[in-house]
């Protein structure tokens, strides 16, 4: 076989794996699993081709024939890389990376072991070819990734600024910068007028510094820019906050916050009349609690907070409320010196400020240790009138379950307009033996009692594993509840016979609401 012949059925092998991948990644309309096959189907020219026509007169290259428009869209499910190899195909192919409106960039996808450092200078001539090939009106970007662990700090700080500046020239209305490797703290330093954009709506920055150019507030960066993730981001100003975030990106509306090990920066103060939804997420409880968590956020609607609890809360201005999700962790001294006097060793740490703060919402989520630290660190609980729908638990059930037990009752007393409650992790909360000592005895006469007078329409049991505990459970809580009407229970996998008698089991139940259901379904993944 000669080097030519060689080559096209090498590039024929190689472009079949690249078009199998995009159609595992394109919606079902586009490419039916019938079709796939056939439309998936290209000839090279020369011999290969001539022979494959003689064989199957019927078939033709009916990819080709599609508009640029749909080609492109049909790359973006391709990263950069694979996208570019389409272009040995033909003349047809060739110009078609210069207008997919998506770039997705990873620098260990295009490494080879044996380069060594070489591999790195491959990778960033691509990008800048790829990048600077590119005219502005005619093929805009719309979505720009960049995952970078494999370049040394010297050739970030050199390259990258100048491929932000470059997609924020072409118009990029979403940008992720994400970096990898084994730096320690900071792996790249970041300047707000690099990110300067009339277009850029969405914007996700991992492990990076990100400053003013002279240490001062930024001035307006982006008017447009309504989301912004930070993956550990270390963007302190002398006190660490959102202030200069805030001043460079006037009209952010979703914001969201994940601080790892090392890279704790937010104070918990955060004050924005424009901010609708707010989520802030840290690994572990390492640093301590916070002296105060504030949230002047008068137009907040979403709020998911999973943090240590801090030493006070204060200034909430949470009225527009709708969804709040707390995770809220105690430190060991927060739950031992609760009730201990100031003078020896008290550990601050109310959060009945927090949920007098969110008791407008309608809908409220609960985790094992946010139950925790309610029963721990609540006082009285609030009256939520606008709640309608409570979820408690978690897929990975823990906690106590006298706590557990001994909060229900209360929440459901006091939510009169509760329509929906589900459960995470039944079985967890019903399991025998977690009445240790005499002290941790409890009646459920209180529990039963409070739903008796409930206006609960819906139950959703999620984690149901059938035990006999469980069972107990839900025909008290069937025979107990006289509005029910929808009864939910999603179970982990099992056969189709144990199906049937989980099925089975729950349908024998007597039901104090004539109007009762009950639906069983499988967990999804």
């Known amino acids: 076989m000669n080097r030519r012949r060689l080559f096209c059925v090498r590039s024929h092998s190689r472009l079949e794996r690249i078009q199998l991948s995009a159609a595992r990644r394109l919606p079902k309309l586009i490419f039916s699993p019938e079709g796939s096959e056939k439309l998936f189907t290209h000839h090279h020219t020369g011999r290969i081709m001539e022979g494959n026509k003689k064989a199957n007169p019927s078939s033709r290259d009916l990819i080709s024939t599609l508009p640029d428009d749909v080609l492109c869209y049909i790359l973006s499910f391709l990263t950069t890389k694979e996208a570019a190899l389409t272009q040995v195909l033909s003349k047809r192919w060739s110009n078609l990376l210069q207008l997919v409106p998506i770039l997705d960039f990873d620098d260990s996808l295009l490494l080879n072991r044996r380069m060594g450092r070489e591999q790195t200078k491959v990778f960033m001539e691509f990008v800048e070819r790829v990048l600077f090939a590119r005219v502005k009106n005619s093929s805009?970007?719309?979505k720009a990734s960049f995952k970078l662990s494999h370049l040394d700090l010297h050739e970030r700080f050199d390259r990258v600024p100048l491929w932000v500046k470059r997609v924020m020239d072409l118009g990029a209305s979403e940008l992720c910068l994400s970096f990898g490797g084994d730096f320690k703290y900071v792996s790249f330093v970041l300047l707000y007028s690099d990110l300067k954009s009339k277009a850029l709506v969405n914007l996700r920055i991992g492990r990076v510094y990100l400053i003013h150019h002279d240490g001062t507030f930024p001035d307006s960066v982006s008017h447009t820019l309504t989301t912004l993730f930070l993956d550990s981001v270390q963007f302190t100003y002398g006190k660490p906050g959102?202030?200069?975030?805030?001043?460079a990106f006037p009209n952010l509306q979703n914001l969201?916050?994940?601080?790892?090990?090392?890279?704790?920066?937010?104070?918990?103060?955060?004050?924005?009349?424009t901010l609708k939804r707010f989520v802030y997420r840290r690994d572990d409880d390492t640093s301590g609690p916070k002296p105060c968590v504030k949230f002047d956020t008068p137009g907040l609607?979403?709020?998911?907070?999973?943090?240590?609890?801090?030493?006070?809360?204060?200034?909430?201005?949470?009225?527009?409320l709708v969804e709040a999700r707390l995770d809220l962790l105690l430190t060991a001294g927060q739950i031992m010196r609760k009730n201990a006097p100031d003078n020896v060793g008290f550990v601050p740490g109310d959060v009945s400020t927090l949920f007098k703060g969110i008791r407008h919402v309608k809908i409220l989520c609960l985790s094992p240790d946010a139950l925790d630290t309610l029963y721990y660190r609540g006082g009285e609980i609030p009256v939520f009138n606008n709640l309608i729908s409570l979820s408690l638990g978690s897929d990975r059930p823990h906690g106590s379950p006298y706590i557990f037990k001994k909060l229900l009752p209360s929440l459901l007393l006091k939510a009169p307009n509760l329509q929906t409650l589900i459960i995470k992790g039944l079985g967890h909360y019903v399991k025998k033996g977690w009445e240790v000592g005499w002290h941790l005895r409890l009646s459920l006469d209180d529990m039963y009692d409070a739903l008796s007078s409930s206006g609960l329409k819906v139950l959703q049991i999620n984690g149901y594993e059938g035990t006999g505990e469980e069972l107990s459970h839900m025909e008290r809580f069937l025979g107990t509840l006289p509005h029910l009407e929808m009864v939910r229970v999603t179970h982990k996998g099992v056969d189709d016979g144990e199906r049937r008698r989980l099925v089975n089991d729950l349908l024998c139940l007597t039901r104090a609401s004539p109007k009762c259901k009950v639906q069983v379904m499988k967990e999804s993944a």
């Open 242 to 247: 959102f202030e200069a975030i805030l001043s």
């Open 301 to 320: 609607a979403y709020l998911e907070y999973s943090d240590v609890v801090a030493a006070k809360y204060e200034n909430l201005r949470l009225d527009s």
């Open 140 to 142: 805009p970007v719309k």
């Open 256 to 273: 969201r916050l994940h601080e790892s090990k090392e890279w704790y920066y937010w104070d918990g103060s955060v004050s924005s009349p």
